[in-house]
């Protein structure tokens, strides 16, 4: 399995601001994505982050809220901008790799925690 | 649009029951995974379940699929205390992008 790192781990922040958050792989992956889990709830897909192009956003998400990197194969940031309460909740890359079984799995990183006050 | 529909939401059983938690999706996918998450944890993989009949099982817990039925799932037999977290099961499509179910709510009571 990879080992997955986001930085920050939490972070308190205030209305109107912006937080970019980090997604660090152990080994190079060919997918990797981020989620959004609002609290008590499911995670649902913000966007694919494809490495040398534009992220793919999934619908009800847009570019200029949600900007998102992927320099390389191992790295990506996603940028929560001019942020609002409703911002709060846990925010997940994950990556996929290939497994033991040589098919696709999917891991999650720990999870960037964010509260907008 | 994908759906993806777990039962029980909340479920409180006591150690040593059996019980199964379903997983129903309404589009075809060959490819189903069940996640563990721990309260103020990330997602822990539990299974990956790769096509129609996968049987999968580790401990206490086994993971079927049938993608005919559309219907994933996940059996907890002699439950014991450790099992207590939120289970989840993802249909994955096309990119390898994952649709979660809403998640069950496991409470194993001694």
């Known amino acids: 399995s990879a080992v997955i790192s986001q930085k920050p781990s939490r972070d308190i922040c205030q209305r109107g601001t912006s937080l970019t958050i980090q997604c660090q792989v152990d080994?190079?992956?060919?997918?990797m994505f981020w989620y959004r889990q609002q609290p008590g709830q499911s995670l649902t897909l913000i966007a694919t982050?494809?490495?040398?192009?534009?992220?793919?956003?999934e619908s009800g998400f847009v570019i200029d809220k949600f900007p998102i990197s992927r320099p390389n194969l191992t790295f990506s940031t996603l940028t929560v901008s001019n942020m609002s309460p409703e911002d709060s909740s846990i925010y997940l890359c994950s990556v996929s790799p290939i497994g033991p079984s040589g098919r696709y799995e999917q891991f999650f990183g720990p999870g960037t925690r964010l509260t907008v006050l | 649009e994908l759906k993806v529909e777990q039962n029980p939401l909340f479920l409180s059983m006591q150690e040593g029951k059996n019980y199964t938690i379903y997983c129903n999706y309404s589009?075809?996918?060959?490819?189903l995974y069940w996640y563990r998450q721990d309260p103020g944890k990330s997602l822990e993989s539990l299974f990956v379940?790769?096509?129609?009949?996968a049987v999968k099982q580790e401990g206490r817990l086994m993971a079927s699929l049938d993608t005919k039925a559309r219907l994933s799932t996940l059996h907890i037999t002699a439950a014991v205390h450790d099992l207590s977290a939120t289970y989840f099961c993802a249909v994955e499509t096309s990119g390898s992008r994952l649709t979660f179910g809403e998640g069950t709510q496991l409470t194993v009571n001694p």
């Open positions: 379940l790769l096509s129609n009949g």
């Open positions: 589009t075809t996918s060959d490819r």
């Open positions: 080994s190079q992956v060919t997918m």
């Open positions: 982050a494809n490495q040398g192009s534009e992220a793919t956003y």
